[in-house]
Nanobody
Framework: QVQLVESGGGLVQAGGSLKLSCAAS????????MGWYRQAPGKQRELVAT???????NLGDSVKGRFTISRDNAKNTVYLQMNSLKPEDTAVYYC??????????????WGQGTRVTVSS
């Protein structure tokens, strides 16, 4: 089994910054893509950013130029640096990882979510 534990959410004023972290643990052979998604009240979950094991990144249009995704493969951890935050960034942010374990096929795992609130 694999667990994803997120941290770093909270309340921040518009224009401020936050850094989210997500650490994967458990029965891990390798992790391909890791990423962040978010879901605001009444809206569907949307892509924020993804990063492959080789460092290739993909960011959602609404966060390009403001958010940066990075990862530490040795620590099985992915980060999301969020700058110039806007009230519309308010959401629950979920970590995602595509994991290969010793006995299971490649499997998608999700964290429990961390809430980010941006006040105007």
């Amino acid at each position: 089994q694999v667990q994803l534990v997120e941290s770093g959410g909270g309340l921040v004023q518009a224009g401020g910054s936050l850094k989210l972290s997500c650490a994967a643990s458990g029965s891990i052979f390798s992790i391909d893509a890791m990423g962040w998604y978010r879901q605001a009240p009444g809206k569907q979950r949307e892509l924020v950013a993804t990063i492959t094991s080789g460092g290739n990144t993909n960011l959602g249009d609404s966060v390009k130029g403001r958010f940066t995704i990075s990862r530490d493969n040795a620590k099985n951890t992915v980060y999301l640096q969020m700058n110039s935050l806007k009230p519309e960034d308010t959401a629950v942010y979920y970590c995602n990882a595509l994991v290969t374990s010793g006995t299971l096929p490649q499997t998608d795992y999700w964290g429990q979510g961390t809430r980010v609130t941006v006040s105007s």
